[in-house]
């Protein structure tokens, strides 16, 4: 018997929970719950050896279930706990969801104030470290490989977006929310932490948590979440996956710095191709290429009414539509969001934990930064200047 089949539907010992625990338990169905003990044990006491990710919102640890199952477990910090009964129905929602490429929640553990996530292992990490890290990786990120990283990320997204009910904004779309199996299949991790958006709802106004270099203007600005705010991070995303770099480089020359910015440049001068990873020696479909960059193009349009919904981006990508390039409009750019007079806001007291390994914590309250020599993406802020723009 499995791991998963074998706690499928388990309640802790009554000797471990509280009455109170009892009555917020009676309404969850298919959700694994595993002992503070278990897990405690399974990750050798919480070791910093064990630790392989830190963020805004707590620790992860690698473990070994008493199967012998691989486990990533995310403790979550004591600021991001929640009610049990509103944290359970979160978890209720996370754990029906399944996709090839999303990464599978096994369970959680609800003990006293602790509020621990277990997910499925993924053995090759990031693409934040693999493919975008300052370390050199041993995977060989192939063209063929990008393509399917690409469409996988499209697909998972769009299942968040269209499929589920209700629909699921991830909020912080970024490369090291993007983990990648032995088959280097992509798996959009932390989307269980995200804002969950009832059907009838247009957006939702909420402060802004995210990374700045993936954030769209409009969420930058005034928090104004929607689908499309997912859609501009993607779009950046995608041009990160072709030209193998991050959003944001400030040891390049001051017009080179911001990528998508970069992208437009070349874009208006027709020298697109020129962005294309160089560690692929020419080793490419050009023409896809090109195709690909302008699709990010399309995702990262400052107004958001213009950006294609997550599905058509996927038809997109794997040419079963065509799209015409003269409705390709100027990017919102982070350059023209970072002009802006912005200050912090004095209520949100932003997390600068740095976030240096796989299945790092996001898209929570808390306000998370990614940093590395010359390639970063920024800390969230929370933007004061009016934002006008249609949607």
């Known amino acids: 018997m499995t791991c998963l089949s074998f706690l499928c539907c388990r309640k802790l010992d009554s000797a471990t929970r509280s009455p109170e625990l009892d009555d917020e338990l009676s309404g969850v169905h298919n959700v694994n719950l595993y002992s503070y003990k278990e897990l405690r044990i399974a990750t050798d006491d919480f070791s910093q050896a064990k630790k392989i990710g830190e963020g805004g919102f707590g620790s992860v640890y690698k473990g070994k279930l008493r199967t012998g199952q691989m486990a990533a477990i995310k403790v979550l910090s004591s ?80 299942y968040l977006h269209e499929e589920m009910r209700p629909h699921i904004v991830h909020r912080d779309i970024k490369a090291s929310n993007i983990l990648l199996d032995k088959d280097l299949t992509p798996k959009i991790s932390d989307f269980g932490l995200a804002k969950l958006i009832p059907p009838e709802m247009t957006h939702v106004s909420t402060r802004v948590a995210g990374t700045i270099g993936y954030l769209a203007p409009e969420y930058a600005i005034v928090g104004k979440l929607t689908r499309k705010a997912d859609i501009y991070s993607f779009g950046v995303l995608l041009i990160e996956i072709v030209t193998g770099r991050c959003n944001t480089n400030m040891q390049l020359p001051i017009d080179e710095q911001y990528i998508l910015e970069r992208t437009w440049q070349l874009y208006e001068r027709r020298e697109l191709v020129m962005l294309v990873d160089t560690s692929l020696n020419g080793d490419f479909d050009a023409e896809q290429a090109c195709r690909f960059l302008k699709i990010g193009l399309l995702c990262t349009q400052d107004s958001p009414k213009l950006r294609p919904s997550m599905s058509t981006v996927v038809q997109l990508l794997i040419g079963e539509k065509k799209f015409d390039e003269n409705n390709i409009t100027k990017p919102g750019l982070i350059s023209d969001v970072m002009d802006l007079k912005i200050r912090p806001n004095p209520k949100a007291k932003p997390d600068i934990n740095n976030t240096s390994t796989n299945y790092t914590s996001s898209g929570s309250e808390n306000l998370d930064s990614t940093s590395s020599t010359g390639n970063f993406s920024q800390a969230t802020m929370t933007f004061t200047s009016v934002y006008d723009r249609s949607n």
């Open 79 to 158: 600021e991001s706990s929640q009610g049990v009964k509103e944290f359970l129905t979160e978890i209720q929602v996370i754990s029906d969801v399944e996709h090839e490429n999303l990464v599978k929640l096994y369970g959680c553990c609800v003990e006293g104030n602790q509020r621990i996530l277990v997910y499925n292992y993924l053995e090759n990490n990031s693409l934040a470290q693999t493919l975008l890290g300052k370390n050199h990786s041993q995977i060989q990120f192939s063209w063929r490989t990008r393509v399917k990283i690409c469409i996988g990320v499209a697909k998972g997204l769009a």
